[in-house]
């Protein structure tokens, strides 16, 4: 169990629209998950995403597989 804390983050590519995820990649490795969060609510809920499946997510994203919304 780990009791480091999150250090939440903002993609830079963000353009401060409002509409924001943040990550804690630096639990990873200590937890086998990002957690992530909805910018605009800091203190409400996180969903844990497996690093195997946000590291698909990202590989996605930047390989503009993901469509454009």
């Given amino acids: 169990m780990t009791t480091e804390s999150p250090r939440w983050f903002t ?3 963000s353009d401060n629209g409002g ?3 943040e990550v804690a990649t630096n639990l990873a490795d200590s937890r086998g998950s990002v ?3 909805d910018s605009k609510r800091p ?3 996180t969903l844990d ?3 195997v499946a946000f590291a698909a997510f990202v590989a996605g994203v930047k390989d503009g597989g993901l ?3």
């Fill in 11 to 13: 993609s830079s590519y």
């Fill in 19 to 21: 509409q924001c995820i």
């Fill in 35 to 37: 957690p992530v969060r």
């Fill in 43 to 45: 203190t409400g809920p």
């Fill in 49 to 51: 995403v497996s690093t």
């Fill in 67 to 69: 469509g454009a919304a």
